[in-house]
């Protein structure tokens, strides 16, 4: 999970700024467009740990309706050069590294899974499966697999842009870095009787980006985050008191660091109409924390959590939260 490559980062104290992972932007469901399909109640919970969704869905025809349903997962770069990894919550998985599953009615769906390997939206799939090669660019597994790849077919990889081929020594030929991107969708029929409510439910882990530090100070940063989270004068106070403090008492576990969590809600958009009753809980995770978002009329209901409550609501734009926390609290 995200909290173990943290751990990798050196994240256990006080650490340099440029240890990061980077956050990959997740969302809900998608449907096929049917008139008659609304969807009556979205109740989203976003945290660190776990994103939850529970849809209420009605179909208002006298007809059952059959239509596909998918979720897709985040686009999977290779890490960089520079060493900044996507932050994956699953890194044993090849393919469901967000640990994602849906329920219908309480029940668990069988879900298809369609993958493919890009670059630059180039289709490349067929080429590293005649290698055997797995599609997912950070996988242990795939690192193997390239070991074993034939030097005669290097040249091929690299022209497609699949690799860099990194030179060797005298008793090694090089080796070769993945280049590629992974898109991934899970997908199923659902059938929705009519005149019925059917409620899905699915959870995963969130692929959420943690730097050791607090960065967004630093220019050109503060002005890409005042306007990606709305930082204001409270929150970047909250910020140097939480820095102060730990300055104060030099307390391993106060060290602040940032998380940064993106969420794609103008998907919800996609079926009739809007949705009837849309609910957000956001978790902090811990009372010291903070969080700046741009999101308007959240209110507080807890010592974590924050809530949002909207009747006929359309969505028309995208949710990223900046927490900003002490360390012991992603090492939990």
């Known amino acids: 999970m995200w909290l173990a490559v943290a751990a990798g980062l050196g994240l256990a104290a006080p ?17 096929v467009q049917d008139p008659d399909i609304r969807m009556d109640s979205e109740d989203l919970f976003l945290s660190m740990k776990e994103i939850r969704v529970r849809y209420v869905f009605h179909n ?22 520079g060493g900044v990894a996507p932050a994956m919550p699953s890194w044993t998985s090849e393919t469901n590294f967000l640990d994602f599953s849906t329920e219908v009615d309480g029940k668990p769906v069988d879900m298809s899974l369609q993958e493919k390997a890009t670059v630059l939206g180039i289709d490349q799939t067929d080429l590293l499966k005649s290698l055997g090669v797995p599609l997912n660019p950070n996988g242990k597994a795939t690192s193997d697999a390239l070991e074993k790849v034939p030097t005669d077919r290097w040249r091929e990889l690299e022209e497609r842009g699949l690799v860099q081929v990194w030179p060797g020594s005298s008793d090694s030929p090089g080796e070769l870095h993945q280049q590629w991107t992974l898109e991934a969708i899970y997908y199923w029929q659902q059938t929705f009787p009519p005149n019925q409510d059917v409620v899905v439910t699915h959870r995963y882990r969130p692929s959420v980006g943690l730097t050791s530090g607090i960065t967004f100070e630093q220019q050109p940063e503060a002005g890409d ?27 391993d576990g106060l060290y602040p660091v940032e998380a940064r969590l993106d ?55 995208d949710i990223a939260i900046l927490f900003a926390l002490p360390i012991s609290a992603v090492q939990e």
């Open 60 to 81: 208002t025809s006298d007809q059952p309706k059959t239509v596909l349903v998918a979720f897709p997962l985040p686009p999977l770069p290779a890490a960089t050069d």
């Open 225 to 251: 985050y005042a306007r990606r989270f709305c930082t204001d004068k409270a929150f970047l106070g909250g910020v140097a008191k939480m820095q102060a403090e730990w300055k104060r008492t030099q307390k």
């Open 263 to 317: 969420y794609i809600l103008k998907t919800g958009a996609n079926w009739e109409g809007t949705i009837g009753n849309f609910r957000l809980v956001i978790d902090k995770g811990t009372p010291t924390g903070l969080i700046s978002t741009c999101l308007d009329g959240l209110r507080k209901i807890g010592p974590t959590q924050f809530e949002l409550v909207r009747k006929d609501f359309e969505p028309t734009g």
């Open 15 to 31: 650490a340099s700024a440029n240890d990061s992972t980077a956050e990959l932007a997740t969302g809900g469901l998608r449907l």
